[in-house]
């Protein structure tokens, strides 16, 4: 009886030493994954050695390159997340809603209302300049707007059917949980407007001075002939 209550001992540790080290994989490849997604939401300006310009959405392999991240943090944190439901706030933190759009596209005002009517919070980034298109290009294959990324997953185009299959994998609710104070955040643009070079102003041309006409020799009587020492 010793003998088997040994063992059991022994079998219950090494079940509860097994659980521990699957929860602790587990807990590894979440932060992972949440690491993973957060990158994919970055969008960083890349300026190589040659001084090219170029936007992609992982840093440079290169250290002799220099990478800045554009202003895009509302897409992980949208505003008013603070005041979110615990569950909603949980799913905003690992699948970030990002909306691409651009001015006078009916599929883009048709996708922002079916964020906005079921409650999805969500940053949007315009698409207006030839630099913005660049961007969303490294980010998108395609072309197509509305572009959305929930996490790191990328959805191209609009159909409510498609979009709202992602959004119930994501785990966001199918009816608005938003509190009444929470406001949409306000649409910036993919990425910030290039600094206009300062240009002097003409300066007004300067009056010419008149000539110095030189004063005639003064005759010396007792020296008529002008010599000079």
Request: hydrophobic share 40%; net charge positive.
């Amino acid at each position: 009886m010793r003998h088997t209550h040994f063992w059991a001992s022994q079998s219950s540790a090494a079940t509860k030493q097994q659980a521990t080290r699957s929860l602790l994989a587990l807990a590894c490849g979440c932060v992972l994954l949440t690491s993973a997604q957060a990158q994919a939401q970055a969008v960083f300006r890349i300026v190589g050695p040659d001084g090219r310009v170029t936007f992609s959405d992982k840093p440079p392999a290169s250290s002799a390159a220099k990478a800045t991240p554009l202003d895009n943090s509302t897409a992980a944190n949208p505003s008013g997340s603070a005041a979110l439901p615990f569950e909603l706030r949980q799913v905003v933190a690992k699948y970030p809603v990002t909306l691409y759009t651009s001015s006078n596209c009916a599929p883009c005002d048709s996708g922002r209302s079916l964020l906005i009517t079921r409650g999805v919070p969500f940053a949007e980034k315009t698409i207006s300049t030839a630099q913005d298109a660049e961007a969303l290009q490294n980010l998108s294959s395609a072309p197509s707007l509305p572009f959305l990324t929930i996490g790191a997953q990328h959805v191209s185009g609009y159909a409510s059917s498609e979009w709202t299959q992602y959004l119930n994998a994501a785990g966001y609710p199918e009816r608005s949980r938003l509190p009444a104070s929470y406001r949409v955040p306000v649409a910036t643009p993919l990425t910030s407007a290039p600094t206009p070079l300062s240009v002097e102003a003409p300066q007004a041309p300067q009056p010419k001075s008149a000539p110095v006409i030189a004063a005639p020799p003064r005759v010396n009587p007792n020296n008529p002939a002008g010599i000079q020492f």
